[in-house]
Every structure is written in structure tokens, then in C-alpha cells.
């Protein structure tokens, strides 16, 4: 009776020093975040003891014999056998997407590196010049590259945020470039935008395994449609509606974080009455603009009546240049700092509103 009790005691003992997984939160951080697929990736094709209980419920495993591989920062590779069954594949990845958001304590603070530009790798918003000025319901893509200043790494896996202002951006999504970490035969990607953060898309891409691939250039393109009520947000003709990239996880084969510049963007959004002018501009005659194409910046504009105001837009709806000349007839000297590109110019008459589209070119 002796001998059974002590054994039943040992039992207890050990299995309470054992490790405790909670279903998804592969690195053991306490939270399910974009980490937990950088490392449920790194792990990805391990195999080690199964756990006597199974599934992906997100509450406390009890792990009876640990595994031998280990993660960098010693985290054992049990954490990321999400379902239990003794192998890191698909389903663990699944289980990650699944319980995302989910968390069992306080969770560990991210510690990230500070970057220096000209130094560090950057992640940049890479706008398209040919988009339309911006209203209810437009669409706009916009493109998201991993820049080096010197030699391109090698990395196993990249997560990000990107913070948008939820009142005028109806939807917004990544469609990653096919060829990212070499495509999905060898990658996996992933999204969302959780019910916590509902202002922030959450994005992650790891590599199958610790098997890091020089990687640099185009992420995937951002595709963002615009609310189609803006009347309840906007109170004027336009509104400045900013994104942001944020808390970059760039990893290579240490999944150490990378120092990675973040970048921003300002879009003007303008409200749809500002922009509905056809009426306007049938009434009042055409906008003519000499030379168009421009190549050194001089420039001949002329209405049917004085422009009170004209004004010079880049494709993303960013004012660059405005006049007011009260005059029908303007001899310009562009600025020489504008990149080359579509503009669009509104002159402000009398009786209405005429825009013309112009091709600036720096020589």
C-alpha cells in the first residue's frame, strides 16, 4: 500500500512540473497573436510525444513528456503541437487562426528593435498615382514592399498591423504577391481584423519550417474600398484619413526580431457632393491645358471665364499646388519636385467647377 501511494504521489508531482499548453499560443506568451504563426511556422513538420488529452479548445493541456526541440528563447516545441497529436502541421497552423485573440494571462510584452534608416530594412506603403480622387465607394490598391538599403536577408517569417481610421474605410485587405516567401507550396498566410482591434488588420506569412529565403520587394497589394456613408463622418469637402504600418515582426532563422522602419500614409477622402459636377462642368466649358503631356513644368492654362481658385491633385487625392489668379488665362512654372505622374487639375469658376487630367514628366 506504501509503494502506491508514493508512486501515485510521484505521479501527481511530475505531472504538475510538466509543461501546461493552452491550444494556439505556440510561443508561450499567454496571448494568440501573429507571433504564435511565426512559430507555429518555424515548428512546422516537427513531430514528438502526443498529449494524452487532445484538441484545440482553447484551455489548459496538460503535457506529460515535453519535446526535445526547442525554440531560440527555450520554449519547448510541444506549444506548438496545438491539437496534441504529436506532429506541428496544417491543423496546429489552423488551430493558431482559430482561437486568434485568445489569452490565458497577462501576456508578455513585444520588446521591439529600434531601426535606423539607411541601416535597416523598411516596410512601405507604395502608392499608385493612377488612382482616382477618393469618395464614397471608391477603390484604391495600394502596394506594400520589403526594401533593404544594402544586402536582402534572409527570413523565415513576417507579421504586421495596419492601422486605418474605421469610420471611412468600409473594408480592407491584403492580396499577397504570389511569389512571397516563395508562394503558398511553401509558405502560409494569414489575416484578420480581430474583435479587439477592429481598426487594425492583423497580417503574418511564415515560411513551412526553419527555412529562411532572401526575400525583398513586393508583400502584396493593399486593397481598401471606402465607406459608402460618408455623410455621417464628414462635416466638409474632404477628409485626411491616415494609415499606418505597425508592430512589424521580421524574423529570420533565430526568429529574433529584425529592426524594420514603418512608414505611413495620408489619403484625402472628399465628400461625394464636392466631387459630382458633371452638371457643373457642361455648363461652364472646358479646361484646356498646353502642353499635355508637361516636360519641363511650363505650362499654359486657360477657361471660358476667370478661375477663381485652381488646384492640383496627385492621383491619391493629396492637394500638391493651388493659385488664385482671377484670370482666364495662366502661364505656370510647375514645381520640378513632383514625381512623374498623372495630376489632376480643378479650375474654380463663376458658374462651376472644370478638371482636366495632366501628365507631368521631370526630366
Request: aromatic residues 10%; proline residues 6%; hydrophobic residues 40%.
Amino acid at each position: 500500500m506504501r509503494n502506491i501511494y508514493w508512486i501515485a504521489t510521484f505521479w501527481i508531482i511530475a505531472t504538475s512540473l510538466q509543461a501546461q499548453v493552452y491550444p494556439g499560443d505556440a510561443n508561450n506568451s499567454g496571448k494568440v497573436d501573429q507571433a504564435d504563426v511565426l512559430y507555429t511556422g518555424y515548428a512546422y513538420g516537427s513531430a514528438g510525444p502526443a498529449r494524452i488529452e487532445t484538441g484545440t479548445i482553447f484551455e489548459e493541456m496538460p503535457v506529460s513528456l515535453d519535446w526535445q526541440q526547442t525554440f531560440p528563447n527555450g520554449v519547448g516545441y510541444a506549444h506548438a503541437d496545438a491539437n496534441g497529436n504529436g506532429q506541428v502541421n496544417l491543423s496546429d497552423m489552423l488551430a493558431v487562426v482559430t482561437n486568434f485573440g485568445e489569452s490565458h494571462t497577462t501576456p508578455v510584452p513585444v520588446n521591439f528593435p529600434i531601426a535606423v534608416a539607411g541601416m535597416n530594412a523598411a516596410l512601405e506603403f507604395t502608392p499608385n498615382l493612377l488612382n482616382p480622387p477618393l469618395t464614397a465607394g471608391s477603390i484604391i490598391n495600394i502596394a506594400i514592399d520589403l526594401e533593404y538599403p544594402n544586402l536582402v536577408n534572409e527570413i523565415n517569417g513576417l507579421a504586421f498591423d495596419i492601422a486605418f481610421n474605421k469610420n471611412y474605410i468600409q473594408s480592407i485587405s491584403l492580396n499577397y504577391a504570389p511569389d512571397w516567401l516563395g508562394g503558398t507550396d511553401e509558405s502560409f498566410r494569414f489575416q484578420t481584423i480581430s474583435t479587439s482591434q477592429t481598426d487594425r488588420l492583423k497580417l503574418a506569412s511564415t515560411r513551412y519550417g526553419a527555412n529562411p529565403i532572401a526575400a525583398e520587394g513586393r508583400v502584396g497589394m493593399l486593397s481598401i474600398v471606402i465607406e459608402d456613408d460618408l455623410i455621417t463622418f464628414m462635416q466638409a469637402d474632404s477628409a485626411q484619413v491616415l494609415l499606418g504600418i505597425r508592430e512589424i515582426m521580421l524574423v529570420g532563422d533565430s526568429l529574433n526580431l529584425q529592426p524594420v522602419l514603418s512608414d505611413s500614409l495620408m489619403l484625402t477622402v472628399y465628400h461625394p457632393d464636392y466631387l459630382i459636377t458633371k452638371v457643373e462642368e457642361t455648363k461652364a466649358g472646358s479646361l484646356n491645358i498646353l502642353p499635355n503631356p508637361v516636360w519641363n513644368g511650363q505650362v499654359n492654362i486657360q477657361a471660358p471665364k476667370n478661375i477663381e481658385r485652381i488646384s492640383f491633385y496627385n492621383m491619391l487625392g493629396q492637394p500638391v499646388y493651388e493659385l488664385h489668379p482671377a484670370t482666364q488665362r495662366l502661364d505656370l512654372l510647375l514645381p520640378g519636385t513632383w514625381p512623374t505622374g498623372y495630376y489632376l487639375v480643378r479650375a474654380q469658376l463663376a458658374n462651376g467647377l472644370l478638371q482636366e487630367k495632366l501628365l507631368y514628366i521631370i526630366q
